[in-house]
């Protein structure tokens, strides 16, 4: 992505065929069709190693963390902090006390609004969003912003769907405490620059809250490079396992934060009357965590990484520009987003401009291809195109331009059932 | 597709093409929205009720094809009907897409081409938007002509 460090090295074309091969549910059909998954925005595959990570940690390894002297424990406290320490090092975070676990970006977002935000905001103080932003990123803003009377102002989108960065200027100002963006619009796909956005956020002293639910997968990620201060992202949409959320946190901040829920593991100390907070990172994560959970999540990386970071953006790329120039046969489709092919990650929002896109999407389903049909948590978004839903088809490291051409097809056979020309 | 083609068949998407309520009348004695948080589709629904009979029903409805269609096949039905007659057919139509039977010696004229979408289940709440949003129109209208308007999870009503 735009917004990290390049490496040096070409980029390595994925051999799509041998990383299906890893994706036991990648064989099954779907109503008689194979299935072809581009709903991986919503959430992804997980590979064999992943699945087996997690068997093998319940087979092998089970117990809670934490606690306990005995080697099971000491084992699964180890395979907890390890996966911490490996996210640390996949995102170029400086310390894994930096690394908060949480159950999904939305829980993590919420975090910074509990912790964070609800102390340091004060009535009168502003948050810039984007008109682009998933509701987890739009309402714990609009909760906080309603019990401390803080205001919301909204850096607005182009025609392509890139941020009206022209505009910082005008929607940051010296009341502004907090800026809160996607790093990638999970309805247009557009890669923003953050970078950019928290220089100017800086520059008012803002703080600066990246939702990277869509940055992380699809491509390279440097948390010191990107100078912000939370970034959030959930591993299920980037072949890691359903139920465990990343908060990744400044170090200087998290002596300034209230702990988020209360009860085991988060405390240093316990009277009947009062209690004091253990060290980050373990403050924020009250309770057993889900340490199985964490053992797929370094499996996942261990995935990723072998397949490289940079060649998964390269994939993607590859795929947006036959995605693209296929959709822009079917004058029908309304596409959203930027024409780039470089500008977006690997998916594409449209709609057939006479057949309704649950419609589509039933008719789709029909032929084995998994779309996500609907306002994709992002109703502002949708009132903002003049659209009530949308159809969006996501790729990932396991899809190729075959299935593209499915998806073509598809879209074709859907006219046919309404009786649309072609 | 043997599927598709009993989901979406010509009757439906004739509805979907031209819906049946479609004229706003010009004095309403109820006006309700209905919605569906899940999917986005909504829509308004205005009835004239006078003496016991829907003499003006109009629908705006924005959603897709089963739920326009539905919509339009409940307007078709519905004008000039009672109100008793048309808390029955709410009751058979909600009756048959969860399962059951048409009752004997009734007619369901093109609604039973909805029938199609028990085999999607996802769909079936398209299909019961307009319905359930009539159930609220009723007892709006009339307290004690629905007993109960029946809470679902997928949809949501309201005074408009």
Known sequence: MSTSTAQATEPQAIDVARVRADFPILSREVHGKPLVYLDNSATTQRPEAVIEAIASFYRTSNANVHRGVHALSEEATDAYEGARARVASFLNVETPDSVIFTRNTTES???VAHSWARRHLRTGDEIMLSVTEHHSNLVPWQILSQEIGCKLRFLDIDDEGHLRIDQLDEVLNEHTRLVAISHVSNVLGTINPI?????????????????????????????????????????????????????????????????????????????????????????????T???ADAVGLDASIDYLETL?????????????????????????LTIFG???????????????????????????????????????????????????????????????RSEVDVLINALLAAREVFGLST | M????????????????????????????????????????????????DDGRIRGLHIKPSGCSISVASASMLAQQLEG????????????????????????????????????????????????????????????????????????????????
């Open chain 1, 195 to 287: 970078p950019t956005i928290a220089c100017a956020a800086r520059s008012v002293g803002a703080k600066v809250l990246v939702d990277g639910a869509q940055g992380v997968p699809h491509g390279p990620v440097d948390f010191s490079a990107l100078d912000c201060d939370f970034y959030a992202y959930s591993p299920h949409k980037a072949l890691g396992p359903l139920g465990i959320g990343v908060l990744l946190v400044d170090r200087d901040l998290m002596e300034e934060m209230d702990p988020f829920l209360g009860g085991g593991e988060m405390i240093r100390d316990v009277t009947l009357e009062r209690s004091t907070w253990a060290a980050a990172p373990h403050k924020f994560e009250a309770g």
């Open chain 2, 2 to 49: 043997q599927g598709l083609d009993d989901l979406y068949r010509e009757v439906i998407l004739d509805h979907y093409r031209t819906p049946h309520g479609a004229e706003e009348i010009d004095a309403p004695s109820v006006r309700v929205e209905g919605f569906n948080p899940l999917c986005g589709d909504e829509l308004v629904m205005t009835l004239d009720i």
């Open chain 1, 338 to 400: 930027p024409k780039d092919p470089n500008d977006r990650c690997g998916l594409v929002t449209f709609n057939d401009n006479q057949i309704h896109p649950h419609d589509l999407g039933t008719v789709l389903d029909q032929h084995g291809v998994a779309i996500r049909a609907g306002h994709h948590c992002a109703k502002p978004l949708m009132r903002r195109l003049g659209v009530m839903a949308s159809a969006r088809a996501s790729f990932y490291v396991y899809n190729d």
């Open chain 1, 109 to 111: 977002i919420n975090l």
């Open chain 2, 81 to 160: 009907k009672t109100v008793q007659e048309a808390v029955q057919l709410k009751e058979s139509f909600k009756a048959v897409m969860r399962g059951g039977d048409w009752p004997s010696g009734t007619d369901p004229g093109d609604l039973e081409a909805l029938e199609g979408v028990k085999r999607f289940p996802v769909r079936i709440k398209c299909a019961l938007l307009a319905w359930m949003t009539l159930e609220q129109a009723l007892a709006q209208h009339d307290p004690e002509l629905v007993s109960q308007v029946e809470a679902d999870k997928d949809i949501e009503v309201r005074a408009y």
């Open chain 1, 308 to 332: 490289g970071m940079q060649n998964i953006r390269h994939h993607e790329v590859s795929i947006n520009e036959y995605l693209l120039e296929r959709l822009q046969e079917l004058p029908w």
């Open chain 1, 289 to 291: 965590p889900s340490v």
